[in-house]
Structure formats: structure tokens, C-alpha cells
């Protein structure tokens, strides 16, 4: 049956396979003659390698190193930049770094081997944290400073002429730890030859970003590697650029001895040895007048990138871009400093910078409302950036802004105003309130000027294949895509085909990534399917068109002016907590969300990002800590570094809000970000009312909270 319109219910389409347990993984996947492939990775943080001694290698077994990247080839992975080495040569730079690899057939052999595998350093004093990479401790590991990258924005008055006009000045440290992406499915890759060409079967979101990064290894085109995305169960930016790692040694290997290899991590590898989400700290100075208004706030923001750039120059913009929250105060300057340090790189991770500054803005604006003596809602909600408002980049916000809308939903199903009452701080109860945007897609003209994303649509009788290099990591986007065509087209949805993309079949419509690939692929789609529809009659034929950015929205990428984004997604959430008094630990209550997405392609899909997305948000406020020392993750496990689960939460309450974007199919924006933007500060919120306690990093685990109360050692 065709569907009658976006709004009608459907199963989403990759349900039935996965519980069923046909969805073929990496891991699924064998060839014959295939062999096993495990990474020899640095045991230290930083030093320089004395030498490297493999023991004696069977028969059919292979040690791979940069030795054996040929000569037309270089030792680096591209992704933004060429910094990050496929394989370590003279030093190493954080503990996990990739020297080599060990081929072969029988994975209890390679792991004898591996255990034998006795590597001479010397060592540097690792620098750790952000502050051990401003200080240079050990010597700087980047240019002169340590500093990876950096960038300010500015609006109104300078702001040292605000300070001198400002009764006081309110000045703070916030700080967000590392997280880890725990995807149910770890990383994993298998590289083989096929016709003539590289085939690389990997769990990704970006198979397009994979092709370009390895292709310099061996000094061949693009176009000699076909990348296949397979089943990817989870990623949550950590299989953005990342797969590139597994992939590029592997891809080296291949040039070496000719047969299918497979790498797949273990947990705790996945834990160990993979990127997380960049650690924070960010000050703000806010200058306030005698009755607490806001006069002006002046932001300095530090991310602790790790070794290597990868993304970390992308990530930090959106974070400064966001640092203002949703908020329009009159005067700014946030300045945002990316600092190297000898840990894994930091990298993409759902929010991609935006939470740091969103839970920094969030609780200060919280302890000043508090300071002067106002409910931290109704203080904040004065500052409700509106539709023609001036954002942090000097543009403009392009839509209508329901915040007070938003924020009324969620008030009125929390109880919110009875219960600020109800619970006095430091009752062992309370209830917090945050606000919360998204950016959608590529910032300012990214979508336009460097992505230029295609999409295509193939009739072939009365199916129709969808073709793009677009992803589905469980957010639902293979749903939402097929939905929009078979809407569009009037055709039942198992009338619309769409494989896991294969590079060498499919458009490059882009990464997976900046919650784009619904509102921004998803647009493209929809205007192939319109024309599609008109020449129906025509027999097969197929239908290729480019993202069109729409006019008047300019953007400078040299000074970071203008419109950042078009359209914002938006959120309210609220979370109310109790505190076991004995243990400290702290029982979510109550969850209740509003968040504005344009139009819902799929409600139901709606509710699962949102459900998820909130508990990942309050798990990284709360119990996800995930510990640096002197160079070496602490946690790697699931029982010492712990996620949500089920039994964590109580059932959720959501709302939406209906305000159609211009530019997305059927009016929808991005949202698979958004929904974790915001509850990490809701909850921080909360707990700093239920204990009476003042908050500056996360996340706050019993034993940090415990404390916080001062009755810690
Ligand atoms: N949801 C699930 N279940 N699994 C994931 O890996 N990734 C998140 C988010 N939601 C993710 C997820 C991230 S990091 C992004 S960028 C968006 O989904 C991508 O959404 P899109 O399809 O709109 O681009
Ligand atoms: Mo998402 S962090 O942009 O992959």
C-alpha cells in the first residue's frame, strides 16, 4: 500500500533483520584464505623507538609496518589534515598508537606472537591534560605551543570597555571529561582485492572519507578502492574518521601479501585504543549590572585534541559557535584554543563540540541566576535568542524560535514551578532545567563549497533504488530516506530500495555526520523523487541531482562570519533527581523534553533518538568517567566504565513542537544530535539543588560528589 502522507506509522525497515540476526556485520563476513590481522601498538605515551624486535614468524604470518608503504606511497591518513601517521616511525606520540601490524591465519598464534613482540623506548614525559599541554610539560609535542588550532568570534562592544561599565564581574571554570562512544558493535574492517581494485568492508559511517584518507598510502586513485559499508551497529561520531586507522594499516597489509584480512577489536581494545569525545575547560567572565543583567560575557574555551588533529580544528568551531547557547547576549568574545597532548585524539562524537560549551553555558547561567537570587528558568529564559537575532558569528538566526513555547510544555509536564517550592536546596531532591540547540549540517558554506553533496534515484520498473553514500548507524536515516521517496512517489515504502552504500555504485552524498543526511540528503532526495514522479511514464530512467544552497545567507570561512547554520534544531529538557543520602548515589525521577525538529520524518524513530540521546547525555554527566593517567586510559571494560541502561531512567516524556523548516524534506531539520545537547546540564541542575552543592565538571560520579559535600579524603 502506498503510504498517505510522512505523518503515516511504519515499521522501521532495518527492524526485522537485526532482531532477527540476518544483518550481516563485519565480523559476519569471511572469504576464503582469509587471515587475521592485530595491531602492535605503543605501550607508552610518549619517547622515541630504540628498536623493534618481532619474534620468528611462522610460515603464512607478517609483520606490517611503514616499511612496507611503497615508495609512491606516504605514511599518512588523510582526513581534515595529513597529520595523523598510518603507522609510527621513530616516536610515539600517545599509548595505542599503531606501529605495526601481525597477519596471519590462527588468531591464538598471532596473540602468542603479539605477547612476544618486545619494542625498546625511550621515554618523554607525556603531557596529559589541558594544562599539561599549555604548559608544554615535556617539551612541545606540536609547533612551539602545543596549540592544534585555534579561532575567536566576536559581537558588539569590545569588551573591555563592557568590564568597565559592569558592577561585577562573575567569572568561572567548567571542565567535561573524556567520553567513550561504546557502539554495541566494536570497530572492525576487512580489506581484500577484487577485479583488479581494493575492496574494503568496514563498519563506518563515512565510506567515502575512508577511500580518500588511505588512497595516499599506496599512491593510487581514489578510485582503486571500493569502500562497502557494512551493518554498523552504532557509531555516534566515532566511526567518522576513526575507521581510517583499522583501514589504512590494513589496506598497507593488502599491498603486501594479496589475501582478504580481517581486523575487528575486542572491548577493550574499542575502549583503549579508540577516539573519544575532547575533554573541556572552559572560563567565562560574564559582566553583570547591580540587578544581575547581563551586560556581556567573555568565553575562553580549551579542548584537549590529543595527538593528532583528525577533526578537532571542526569540532572546536562548532564548540565556540555554540557557546553562547541559545541565547542573545548583547556583547561577546569567546575565544577557543584546541591544545595537542600525548592522548589518543580526540574526535567526533554526537554533539561534535557543542555539548562542552552548552553544559559550560548552561550551569554558569545557573549559578548566576542563582547568585542573584532568580529561578535559573525565568533568569534565562530573558535571554531567548529570537527569530533576526545577531548569533555569535554577527548572523542572523534565519527561523522562528519557539523556546517560551518549549519551555511551557516542559514546565507544565514537570511540575517544574511546584516543585522548585517543594524541594528547598538541599532537601535530597530537586529538579533542573536546561536549553539546548544543534547547528544542522556543515557550518556556514561547508554544504556548498566543500561537500556539494549528490543524490540519485533509479527507476527500474516500478522499483526505485535509492543511491547514496549516506549511512544508517541506527538513527533511523535508511527509514527516513525511503520514506521521503515512497511518500514523494506514492509508492508502498518496500517499493524503495537502499543498500548499504558501495562506493563504486553510489553518489558521494556526503558524510554521516552534523545531523545532515536526513535534512540535507533527505532534500535531495525529495526533488529527485518531485521529477521522478512527473516522468513516471517514461520507463526506466534515473534521476542525479546536487544539494542547492539557498540565496542571501553568506558565510566567511576566514573570519567565521555570518550565518553558521540555517536551521537550528531546539530543545528544553528537564530532569528531576533524588539523592540517596547514604551513598550519594542519584536516582533520575523524571525526564520530560520538548525539542523542536521542524517536521518528524518518523515519530517513532523521533522517540528512540530522543530517548537515547538524553540517557547517553545523562550518563556523560553522571556515571560515564572515563579517566586519564599519566597517559593511560583507566577504564576498559563495560563494568568499570558504565553506560545507562534501561533500568537506569524512568520512561521519558517528549514533546514536539511543529515548526516547519523551509529547506528540509517535508519542513524536517537535523536532530540526531540534539537530543543529546542539553539533559547533561539539566541534571547537573538538579543535583546541585537537591545537595546544596556547586558544580564545575563533569561528570560527577558518587565518589565525586561525595566530594563536592566535603566529606570526601
Ligand atoms: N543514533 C544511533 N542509534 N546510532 C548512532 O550512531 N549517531 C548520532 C546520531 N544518532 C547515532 C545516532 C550522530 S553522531 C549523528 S551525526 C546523527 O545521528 C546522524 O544523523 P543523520 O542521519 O541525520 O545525519
Ligand atoms: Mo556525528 S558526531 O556528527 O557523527
Known amino acids: 500500500m502506498p503510504l498517505t502522507g510522512i505523518d503515516d506509522r511504519v515499521v522501521r525497515v532495518d527492524a526485522a533483520a537485526k532482531a532477527r540476526g540476518e544483518a550481516r556485520y563485519v565480523c559476519d563476513y569471511t572469504f576464503p584464505d582469509m587471515l587475521y590481522a592485530y595491531m602492535v601498538r605503543s605501550s607508552i605515551p610518549r619517547g622515541t623507538i630504540d628498536s623493534i624486535s618481532i619474534p620468528k614468524l611462522p610460515d603464512g604470518y607478517y609483520f606490517i609496518s611503514a616499511a612496507d608503504i611503497p615508495p609512491e606511497g606516504k605514511n599518512e591518513l588523510w582526513m581534515i589534515q595529513k597529520d595523523w601517521r598510518c603507522f609510527a616511525e621513530g616516536d610515539v606520540r600517545y599509548v595505542g598508537e599503531t606501529i605495526g601490524l601481525l597477519v596471519g591465519p590462527d588468531r591464538n598464534i598471532l596473540k602468542y606472537l603479539l605477547d612476544h613482540v618486545d619494542i625498546k623506548y625511550t621515554e618523554g614525559i607525556p603531557a596529559v591534560s589541558i594544562d599539561d599541554g599549555i604548559a ?384 540535507i540528503v533527505g532534500k535531495i532526495v525529495e526533488r529527485c523523487a518531485a521529477e521522478m514522479k512527473e516522468r513516471w511514464a517514461e520507463g526506466d530512467f534515473s534521476v542525479e541531482k546536487e544539494y542547492e544552497h539557498p540565496e542571501g545567507h553568506p558565510w566567511d570561512q576566514s573570519t567565521f562570519r555570518g550565518d553558521a547554520y540555517l536551521g537550528y534544531g531546539w530543545g528544553c529538557a528537564a530532569v528531576e533527581v533524588e539523592a540517596d543520602k547514604l551513598t550519594n548515589e542519584i536516582h533520575v525521577t523524571g525526564i520530560w523534553s520538548s525539542h523542536d525538529i521542524g517536521h518528524a520524518i518518523d515519530e517513532l524513530i523521533v522517540h528512540g533518538q530522543v530517548n537515547g540521546g538524553i540517557a547517553q547525555s545523562i550518563g556523560y554527566a553522571s556515571m560515564e568517567k572515563m579517566e586519564n593517567r599519566n597517559g593511560y586510559f583507566r577504564q576498559s571494560s563495560m563494568s568499570d566504565y558504565v553506560v545507562p541502561t534501561s533500568m537506569e531512567f524512568p520512561k521519558q516524556e517528549w514533546f514536539l513542537v511543529e515548526n516547519p523548516y523551509e529547506w528540509g524534506p517535508f519542513g524536517a531539520k537535523g536532530m540526531g544530535e540534539l537530543v543529546f545537547n542539553g539533559a547533561d546540564a539539566a541534571y547537573i541542575d538538579a543535583v546541585e539543588r537537591a545537595l546544596g552543592i556547586t558544580v564545575h565538571r563533569i561528570p560527577m560520579p558518587p565518589e565525586d560528589i561525595e566530594e563536592a559535600l566535603g566529606n570526601g579524603q
Open 136 to 519: 608544554c610539560k615535556g617539551g612541545a609535542i606540536v609547533g612551539e605551543d602545543n596549540v592544534l588550532c585555534q579561532l575567536y568570534v566576536e559581537k558588539g562592544k569590545p569588551m573591555s570597555e563592557v568590564f568597565a561599565e559592569a558592577d561585577s564581574i562573575y567569572e568561572e571554570t567548567l571542565e567535561t571529561g573524556f567520553q567513550e562512544h561504546v557502539h554495541l558493535e566494536t570497530n572492525a574492517a576487512i580489506v581484500t582485492e577484487e577485479d583488479g581494485k581494493y575492496a574494503i568492508y568496514a563498519s563506518a559511517q563515512c565510506p567515502f572519507y575512508i577511500r580518500k584518507s588511505v588512497a595516499g598510502l599506496l599512491g593510487i586513485p581514489q578510485e582503486d578502492i571500493i569502500i562497502r559499508q557494512t551493518t554498523t551497529g552504532g557509531a555516534f561520531g566515532g566511526k567518522e574518521h576513526f575507521p581510517d586507522v583499522l583501514c589504512g594499516p590494513l589496506l598497507v597489509a593488502e599491498h603486501r601479501i594479496h589475501k582478504p584480512i580481517k581486523l575487528v577489536f575486542d572491548r577493550e581494545e574499542d575502549m583503549l585504543y579508540s577516539v573519544k569525545r575532547h575533554p573541556s575547560k572552559v572560563t567565562y567572565r560574564t559582566a553583570l549590572d547591580k540587578d544581575g543583567n547581563i551586560l556581556g560575557i567573555e568565553g575562553l574555551v580549551y579542548y584537549n585534541c590529543g595527538a593528532y588533529l583528525s577533526a578537532s580544528y571542526v569540532v572546536l568551531q562548532r564548540g565556540v559557535f555554540h557557546a553562547n547557547g541559545v541565547y542573545d547576549f548583547p556583547n561577546t568574545y569567546v575565544k577557543g584554543i584546541g591544545i595537542a597532548t600525548n592522548t589518543f585524539p580526540s574526535d567526533a562524537f554526537r554533539g561534535f563540540g557543542a555539548p562542552q560549551t552548552l553544559f559550560a553555558i548552561e550551569t554558569h547561567l545557573d549559578h548566576i541566576a542563582r547568585k542573584f537570587g532568580f529561578d535559573p528558568a525565568e533568569y534565562k529564559a530573558r535571554y531567548f535568542i529570537k527569530q533576526g537575532g545577531e548569533t555569535i558569528t554577527n548572523g542572523h538566526i534565519v527561523e522562528r524560535v519557539m523556546l517560551p513555547e518549549m519551555m511551557k510544555q516542559v514546565v507544565d509536564a514537570s511540575g517544574y514551578e511546584e516543585k522548585i517550592r517543594k524541594y528547598p536546596i538541599g532537601s535530597g531532591r530537586g529538579i533542573g532545567i536546561s536549553f539546548y540547540n544543534h547547528g544542522g549540517a556543515f557550518t556556514g558554506n561547508g554544504e556548498q563549497a566543500i561537500i556539494k553533496a549528490h543524490a540519485r534515484l533509479v527507476k527500474t520498473g516500478g522499483r526505485v533504488r535509492i543511491e547514496v553514500g549516506s549511512t544508517e548507524m541506527g538513527q533511523g536515516f535508511q527509514t527516513a530516506l525511503r520514506k521521503i521517496a515512497a511518500v514523494v512517489l506514492g509508492i508502498p515504502i518496500e517499493d524503495v530500495d537502499y543498500d548499504n552504500p558501495d562506493t563504486s555504485l553510489v553518489c558521494d552524498s556526503g558524510p554521516t555526520a552534523a545531523s545532515r543526511s536526513t535534512m
